[in-house]
C-alpha cells in the first residue's frame, strides 16, 4: 500500500533531485521557527465572546461533533442553518469528534492547534510551490516569507477560515502548477485531483471560484476546444464535490440554496445608501427578518437583501462605481485583520496597548516589503520560458480572487488568497536581485590588450 501511494505521488508530482543537507537544514530551520512563533501565539489566544463569526463557527463545529448536525441549537429561533459556507465548520468538527475520543477539549482550543498544524503544513507546501515554480531558492525564500508573515501567524489563533482554505488552495495550485508538462497538458487524473482539492476549498470559502475560469490561460496554447474541454472537466469535477452540499441545504432550508446563504447580507452591507466600502452592520435598508425563525428566516432575508443591492447598484451606477476604489483601498492597505481577530475586535485584549501597536506596524511593514518584492517578481517571473504560463496564472488566479471583495464590501482578511501569489513573486524577485547583487562585475580590458576572457561557466549560457 505504501509503494503505490508513493508511486501515484511520484505521477502527481515527478521526483525532483534530493535537496542538499544545507537546503534541508534551511528548510527545517524556517518551518522550526514558523512553529515557534504560531505556538507562541496560540498559548496566548483566548476564547471569543462576542457574537460574530468565531464564536458562530465554534458553535456549529460543537453540534456537527455531538451529532446535531448543522445547526444553532433545539429552540425554534435557533433551529437549522445554511448561512455559513459549510467547509470549516464541518472540518473543525471532525478534528473535535477525534480529539473527544481520547480527551476532553473546547472546539476553540481544537481549532487553535488545529490552525498551527495547517499552517505549518502549508509553509511546506509553499516551498514545494516555489521549488517546482522557479528553484530550491525560490522555495526557501518563499517559504520564509510565508513562515514569518505576521498575519499568518495572527490568523493561527483565531477561529476563521483563512487558515484551512489556504491550506487547500496552495495544494490545489501545487497539483495545477508543479510540473512544467503537465501543467501545460494535464491528464484527467490531474484534472479530478485538482478539481477535488479546489471543490474542497469552495466549501471553506466559495466566493475564490472566480479562480476556476482563469485555468484557461495555462491551457490556451493548446488551442480553444483543448482549453475548454478541461475546463469543463475540472468545473464537472469541482461540482460534484459541492453538490451534495447543495442538496443538503436545499431540502433542509425547504428553499433553494448553492452553498450558503450569507450573500444576501454580503451584498447588502456593500450596495445600500450608507454604506463606506467596508463592513458595516446591517441597518436600516437591509433586511434583518427578525420576526420570523429559522429557516424561513435565512431564506427570505437572502433574497431579499439580495434584491436590494441590486436594486441599489441598478439605481445608482455611479456611486457603485466610485465606492470600488473604497472597497479596494480597504481590503489591501492594511495587513493586521488577525491581530484584531484574536482579540475578539476589541472586546477581549490580549496584549497592551504599545505591544498591539508595534505588532500592527511590524505586520503592515513586512506586508508593504512583500508587495514591492512581489511587484518586481512578478516582471521577472511572467518573462520566464515554460511550457505552461504558471507564473501569468499564479499572477492572473490572485488578483481574479479580488473580485470578491470589490463586489461586496472591502475587509483587510479578503486578500488574504492574494498570499500565495504574493509570496512566490517576492521570492523571484529577491533571488532575482541577490543574484545580480552577487554576479561580479566584466573585467575592463587593459590598455591596449585583449577582452578578458568570458567564464567556462557564462561561455555555456
Known sequence: MPDALRDRGRRALPPLPPLSRRARWALGAIVGVGAVLRVLWALRAEPPTE?????????????????????????????????????????????????????????????????VVLSLATIVLVFALGRRLAGVGVGLVAAACWALWPNLVFHSGVVLTETLFLFLLVLALLLALGAPEAAARPGVARLVAVGVVFGLALLVRPVSAVLGP?????WWRAGARAALWRLALLGAVTVAVLVPWSVRSTLAMDAPVLLSLNVGDNLCIGHNP??????????????????????????????????????????????????TVSK??????????????????????????GTRDALRRVANGWYAAVCVAAVGGAVVAVRRRDPAPRFLFLVVGGLAQLVSPLLTFGDPRFKMPLYPTLAVCAAVGVVWAWERWRRPAPAEPAAGGDPAPVPAAAARG
Open 274 to 323: 450608507d454604506a463606506d466600502g467596508g463592513f458595516g452592520d446591517l441597518g436600516e435598508h437591509c433586511y434583518a427578518a427578525s420576526e420570523l425563525r429559522r429557516p424561513e428566516a435565512e431564506t427570505r432575508r437572502n433574497s431579499e437583501n439580495v434584491d436590494r443591492a441590486l436594486t441599489y447598484i441598478r439605481e445608482n451606477p455611479g456611486t457603485t462605481l466610485r465606492r
Open 328 to 353: 479596494a483601498r480597504i481590503t489591501l492597505e492594511d495587513d493586521s485583520d488577525g491581530l484584531a481577530a484574536s482579540e475578539d475586535y476589541g472586546a477581549r485584549p490580549i496584549v497592551s496597548s
Open 214 to 218: 482563469v485555468f484557461v490561460v495555462l
Open 51 to 115: 457574537l460574530r463569526d468565531p464564536v458562530l463557527y465554534s458553535i456549529l463545529a460543537e453540534h456537527l461533533a455531538n451529532g446535531d448536525g448543522y445547526t444553532y441549537g433545539d429552540q425554534p429561533d435557533q433551529g437549522v442553518t445554511a448561512y455559513y459556507p459549510p467547509g470549516y465548520p464541518l472540518a473543525l468538527a471532525a478534528v473535535l469528534w477525534t480529539v473527544r475520543l481520547v480527551a476532553d477539549a473546547s472546539a476553540f482550543d481544537v481549532a487553535v492547534w488545529l490552525n
